[in-house]
């Protein structure tokens, strides 16, 4: 064998021997390895767990919402119950009070009714009275219109049959008394009053002097009252 030979063997060897030794020594590297992988699914196992623990919170939270809402609109269920069943008492009994209101008012109704009916019986009555009353007034106006006529023709007729009576005034002294008892009349009535036995004026009723009593008994001219004024006689 040749030197070349054994140091082919040799090295043939050897790499065997640093084959096995690579070998060994690459195993606490896959140890690492294989240790990195178990961190990182730790990892992901701790990542997963830490969504699944904030999921289920999410999930409490919700059910605490949900049960709380329920309950709200359970409460607000009882509460338009209790608000339904109030109205609907309170209008029963707003209308229990127009019902008494109705029955008032349609007796009012019918009593006025009543009274209408009254009433208009009133008017026609009170309708035919005016008409009478009308047609008395309207007689009693044509017949006192006609009376008039009358008197005012006995008037005139009067009138003209005074002057003979006044014309029977002659003389200057019996046409001074004329005038006094034209003046006279204008102021009182009657002109002339009798004077009775115990010399009492009969139109003031005053007691004169006895003298006046004979001064008319003398028949010297007019004699007149010291009172009134009259004409006595
Ligand atoms: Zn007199």
Redesign the pocket.
């Known amino acids: 064998m040749s030197i070349i030979d054994n140091l082919l063997a040799l090295q043939n060897h050897d790499a065997i021997i640093r084959s096995l030794q690579q070998q060994i020594n690459d195993i606490p590297v896959r140890i690492e390895q294989e240790k990195h992988l178990e961190t990182r699914a730790h990892e992901d196992l701790i990542r997963v767990t830490d969504q699944l623990a904030s999921i289920q919170t999410q999930l409490d939270e919700l059910l605490v919402r949900q049960s709380d809402t329920i309950a709200a609109i359970d409460s607000m269920n009882a509460d338009i119950e209790v608000a339904v069943a109030s109205r609907i008492a309170a209008l029963e009994e707003a209308v229990g009070y127009k019902k008494r209101d109705l029955i008032t008012i349609e007796s009012n109704i019918a009593h006025a009714k009543e009274n209408l009916a009254l009433a208009e019986q009133a008017r026609t009555n009170s309708q035919k009275k005016y008409a009478d009353a009308t047609a008395n007034v309207k007689a009693y106006i044509e017949n006192i219109n006609k009376k008039t006529e009358e008197v005012q023709a006995k008037l005139s007729v009067a009138e003209e049959e005074r002057k003979a009576l006044v014309e029977v005034f002659q003389s200057p002294i019996e046409k001074r008394y004329l005038a006094y008892y034209e003046r006279f009349s204008k102021r009182r009535w009657p002109v002339i ?1 009798h004077i009775s036995s115990n010399s009492v ?1 009969e ?4 007691a ?1 002097p006895q003298a006046k009593q004979q001064a008319v008994r003398k028949a010297e001219g007019i004699v007149t ?6 004409i ?1 006689y």
Not at 203 to 206: A, K
């Open positions: 009053a004026c139109g003031c009723h005053m004169l009252c010291d009172y009134c004024g009259r006595v």
